[in-house]
T-cell receptor, first 111, second 112 residues
Framework: DAKTTQPNSMESNEEEPVHLPCNHSTISGTDYIHWYRQLPSQGPEYVIH???SNVNNRMASLAIAEDRKSSTLILHRATLRDAAVYYCILRPYSSASKIIFGSGTRLSIRP | DTGVSQNPRHKITKRGQNVTFRCDPI?????LYWYRQTLGQGPEFLTYFQNEAQLEKSRLLSDRFSAERPKGSFSTLEIQRTEQGDSAMYLC??????????FGQGTRLTVV
């Protein structure tokens, strides 16, 4: 399974944008880039995913580098409820394969 | 149907006892996954089912662990002869064959 590299932790201020980086230099052409997050005492929840083009949804935006070897999850205006561990994950296109989690980035939000 | 349901939410057991956890997936989801998570780590994959068939098992799933999904709906995860190292959060997730996974809130197991 292709691996991803994320910073262990990041801090941001409330109501400011947050950019969470992820490196995936060994990504294959059929791997989708997925982001999940895990709030305290909760199971992980899906945030966003993409293949090549940048993606936007109500929760976040995903910016994918042209060579697909890195991506950035963007929270446009962080709130205290966005404090969580964010996981960047590669999943093959072919089917809903198992999700392999790394250690993720623990995001803290300062009020 | 509001999501993936796991029971119990918390379980304390004595070392050597057997425990069983239940997961009720989202009703139309044919895939069901089990994960284990210890403090400060990401979830670790244990096993997954497509309908009633168990398609993959991790090496983490020792012979003391068994998972079933007899009718392709709910699933159970049993741990026999529990050890202190089994203390963790056990997470269940479900998905359609080509969809995103939805996770339950987990069962926290403490072995004393």
């Amino acid at each position: 399974d292709a691996k991803t590299t994320q910073p262990n932790s990041m801090e941001s201020n409330e109501e400011e944008p947050v950019h969470l980086p992820c490196n995936h230099s060994t990504i294959s052409g059929t791997d989708y880039i997925h982001w999940y997050r895990q709030l305290p005492s909760q199971g992980p929840e899906y945030v966003i995913h993409g293949l090549t083009s940048n993606v936007n949804n109500r929760m976040a935006s995903l910016a994918i580098a042209e060579d697909r070897k890195s991506s950035t999850l963007i929270l446009h205006r962080a709130t205290l409820r966005d404090a969580a561990v964010y996981y960047c994950i590669l999943r093959p296109y072919s089917s809903a394969s198992k999700i392999i989690f790394g250690s993720g980035t623990r995001l803290s939000i300062r009020p | 149907d509001t999501g993936v349901s796991q029971n119990p939410r918390h379980k304390i057991t004595k070392r050597g006892q057997n425990v069983t956890f239940r997961c009720d997936p989202i009703s139309e989801h044919n895939r069901l996954y089990w994960y284990r998570q210890t403090l400060g780590q990401g979830p670790e994959f244990l096993t997954y089912f497509q309908n009633e068939a168990q398609l993959e098992k991790s090496r983490l799933l020792s012979d003391r662990f068994s998972a079933e999904r007899p009718k392709g709906s709910f699933s159970t995860l049993e741990i026999q002869r529990t050890e202190q190292g089994d203390s963790a959060m056990y997470l269940c997730a479900s998905s359609l064959e080509t969809g995103n996974a939805f996770f339950g809130q987990g069962t926290r197991l403490t072995v004393v």
